[in-house]
């Protein structure tokens, strides 16, 4: 994004965020007139905004404002890094830039993914958590976990990281777009247990397990991506207290983190159980388990995957024929499917205690296991 695009996006985001929702739409068809990507770029901003209110302390608006403050990315389009030459920008955080590259060097040809520290931070806490990263996933083996190829310094100081490039859908979106039914959705998500399983015997907590971190290839692999806020746990305790960021703001995902996590209480492998129940609950439902703007993870447990299917009402959730036609029935067969062991097998990973989750990535996917088999459950 240049300079001058940047401050568009910026202005506009920030005069939206004073409107309620009708003024806010016909502001937006004002400001952006017939801009399809300047009026997507703005609602990008506005749904972080929403996504993050209520489970931060920081304000929401005031930290999407922190990052839109951010200097904009440099364009290193052609330029090298190490043996590879940049092709284009595939994703920005405030971490760094992810740009997708290629071999240059004529040993042999291939497309891979560097991430780069973003410019003005070669020091300080954000280079010691990519240094953490790129140790964590060198020490991570698994055919679904995302493969580190290299690492190294550019020549203006910043480390960097090279991984193979996955072309590939978030995992949501791979189910929906081939209706896939409940029990190959199932079989799906037993992998990304298996992957999560193996970080956390490595003593890794994820700590940002969600859709757009499981990504699944044409050729239907699954790879677990994004170790950047990831945790190694002491073995002697367990478990370590959340990372914050300087401005005193937890670092997670509010859609998809624990209780605890977004407490601040220290975080174990039960915080990834949870984000997997999360997970879990959407892919069979189409739904997260707490509606926006209808409360967050509390005692009370969520509603049972069963009921949820008929959920209506909240603004963006697809109707229940549309849920159930994604899934290959209608919404009383979906229902049906779901009543009784998922149900339970869901709501015991998405447990408010963490000690009353399952015990590992693994025991869920055991439970799963049994389910596709008619056994019976442990969650029963």
């Known amino acids: 994004m240049s300079p001058e695009r940047y401050q568009q996006v910026k202005r506009i985001f920030q005069a939206a965020l ?38 931060i302390d920081t304000p929401a608006a005031v930290s999407v404002a922190r ?12 330029r090298r890094i190490g043996p590879y030459e940049i092709l284009n920008e595939i994703g920005r955080g405030g971490m760094g830039c992810v740009y997708l590259a290629a071999r240059a060097d004529d040993q042999y040809r291939k497309l891979v993914a560097i991430k780069l520290v973003n410019p003005g931070a070669e020091s300080g806490p954000i280079v010691t958590r990519f240094l953490r990263e790129r140790q964590i996933l060198a020490s991570l083996e698994h055919p679904n976990i995302a493969q580190l190829l290299d690492g190294g310094t550019a020549p203006d100081g910043r480390p960097y990281l090279v ?10 979106e791979y189910c929906d777009s081939r209706k896939l039914p409940v029990a190959e959705r199932l079989r799906l998500f037993r992998t990304v247990c ?9 003593l890794v907590v994820h700590r940002d397990l969600k859709p757009s971190n499981i990504l699944v290839k044409s050729d239907g692999v699954i790879k677990l991506l994004d170790f950047g806020i990831a945790k190694l746990l002491h073995p002697e305790s367990g478990g370590t207290p959340a990372e914050k960021t300087a401005t005193g703001m937890r670092v997670l995902t509010p859609d998809y ?11 174990t492998t039960a915080s990834d ?20 703007g209808r409360g967050r993870p509390g005692a009370e447990p ?47 990973a998405l447990e408010y205690e963490p000690a009353k989750r399952y015990g590992s990535a693994g025991k869920l996917s055991e439970d799963i296991q049994r389910h596709l088999e008619g056994l019976p459950v442990t969650a029963r």
């Open 257 to 267: 983190a624990s209780p605890e996590q977004a407490r601040g209480d220290p975080v």
């Open 273 to 292: 159980v949870y984000a997997l129940g999360v997970v879990l609950y959407e892919l069979l439902t189409g739904h997260r388990p707490f509606p926006r």
């Open 163 to 172: 991984m193979e490039y996955v072309g590939g859908m978030p995992i949501d």
């Open 18 to 55: 004073d409107r309620p929702g009708p003024a806010r739409a016909s502001f937006l068809d004002g400001a952006c007139g017939g801009d399809l990507e300047l009026r997507r770029a703005v609602e990008r901003l506005l749904a972080s905004d929403e996504r993050a209110g209520g489970f």
């Open 67 to 78: 990052l839109l403050d951010a200097p904009p990315a440099e364009d290193l389009t052609g």
């Open 194 to 202: 298996s992957a999560v399983h193996h970080a956390h015997q490595n």
């Open 302 to 348: 969520p509603e049972r995957p069963s009921k949820a299917v008929f959920r209506t009402g909240t603004p963006g959730a697809p109707a229940p024929e549309a849920v159930a036609a994604a899934r290959g029935g209608t919404p009383g067969r979906l229902a049906r499917a779901l009543r009784g062991d998922l149900d339970a097998i869901t709501l015991a």
